[in-house]
């Protein structure tokens, strides 16, 4: 697939007026919601991949729907090349961010963590692996392992050879693999964990935080420069406890914990006087919270309150 789909100026077909941009629509609401998962993959931004779509859908407007053979495969195209140029773009703006950058978090909807691969792909964890990839290697990876996009199709999206596409994907595999979150747990011992990280967050009592927390755990927060958040990451079980215990939020505040669902996993809506203050993405391994990421950046809390549909 190449760039004659583009429509040159004065062409005709089947589609004309009306009933070409009607086709095109059709096709793009189609095929939104995995638009927008490949862009938000890529970018770990849910702004970033609108603006991605918005840009996406202008090009698809021009083209030639009769030249196009497989209209998802050349969406897919569209959208990984909008998101390659501006994760470039962002690569240079993440150098001056303040504090840990986390990705932008997603209120996900149920159905999400059912497909155990999906959910695990837009995991902050996850996310957080694929920011440690070159741009295309991120692309490819995205395309192949989570889309299983053909090497032709991902070929023509990033721009290489399949020769060059098939090293790549091997290259990113390995990358990832050796630091990829070491395993899922069931939703069994995911409601027990999380239930009882809630409480122990909500009651600040340094045992039960102790009780719940991996010895290796991580946490990490994202106040963006404009909230209070840590400068660095804070390792250990009992360096983690007492920060939840007494550093994330204000006890003189009306407090509330919610569970939810964030990124296809589990985590907690905090809000502070009735206002969301921020979300903690949870990574539960073998019954252990093993990772904690905390986003208070004010201009990261728009898709927390209503559910964002994300698809393969």
């Not at 702004?47 to 969406?75: G, H, I, K, N």
């Not at 392992?145 to 060059?164: D, H, N, Q």
């Amino acid at each position: 697939m190449d760039e004659r789909g583009e429509r040159s100026a004065g062409a005709t077909g089947p589609y004309d007026g009306a009933d070409r941009m009607d086709a095109a629509t059709e096709a793009f609401v189609a095929h939104r919601n995995l638009l927008f998962t490949v862009a938000y993959e890529m970018l770990g931004s849910a702004t970033d991949a609108e603006d991605v779509l918005q840009e996406s859908w202008l090009r698809w407007a021009d083209v030639d729907l009769d030249a196009v053979r497989e209209r998802r495969a050349y969406l897919v195209r569209i959208v990984t090349r909008m998101s390659l140029d501006r994760l470039r773009a962002l690569g240079r703006r993440k150098e001056s961010y303040v504090g840990p950058w986390l990705p932008e978090p997603l209120l996900t909807t149920p159905d999400v963590a059912e497909d155990v691969e999906l959910a695990d792909s837009v995991s902050m964890a996850m996310l957080l692996v694929l920011e440690t990839l070159q741009p295309t290697e991120r692309a490819v990876f995205v395309l192949r392992e989570v889309f299983g996009l053909e090497y032709e199709e991902i070929s023509e999206a990033v721009g290489k050879s399949l020769a060059a596409v098939r090293q790549i994907a091997y290259r990113a595999r390995a990358h990832v693999a050796a630091r990829r979150p070491r395993g899922v747990a069931s939703p069994a011992e995911t409601r027990t964990a999380l239930q009882a990280f809630q409480r122990a967050v909500e009651t600040g009592d340094l045992q039960d935080l102790l009780d719940i927390l991996a010895p290796d755990v991580v946490a990490l927060s994202d106040g963006g420069g404009v909230k209070h958040a840590l400068l660095r990451p804070v390792v250990g079980a009992g360096n983690v406890a007492r920060l939840l215990a007494v550093g994330w939020w204000r006890r003189d505040a009306e407090r509330s914990v919610e569970l939810v669902q964030i990124n296809g996993g589990p985590g907690l809506l905090v809000r502070v006087d009735g206002k969301v203050d921020g979300v903690v993405a949870v990574r539960l391994e073998d019954g252990y919270v093993t990772g904690a990421y905390h986003v208070r950046n004010p201009e990261k809390l728009s898709r927390v309150e209503r559910e964002t549909p994300v698809s393969r």
